[in-house]
């Protein structure tokens, strides 16, 4: 894999401790968003990546 497509695939997928960066919440709080279903991920290992889209959905639909 080349590192351009490497850096899209990065694109849209985030890991979630960086959804908890974003959100400016605990780790446990954007392990909780995850468990509760709110955005689509996927498991590698022991490593929880998240949707980015989904996310930013997610997001979208918390803003007023």
């Known amino acids: ?4 497509e490497l ?3 990065l694109v849209h997928i985030i890991l979630a401790h ?17 468990k509760e279903g709110h955005f689509r991920t996927v498991r590698i290992g022991s490593s929880i990546r998240v949707s980015r889209q989904s996310f930013d959905e997610w997001l979208d639909s918390k803003s007023d």
């Open 18 to 34: 960086t959804v908890a960066k974003i959100l400016g919440v605990s780790n446990a709080t954007a392990y909780r968003l995850i």
């Open 1 to 4: 894999i080349s590192q351009v």
């Open 7 to 9: 850096l899209s695939l």
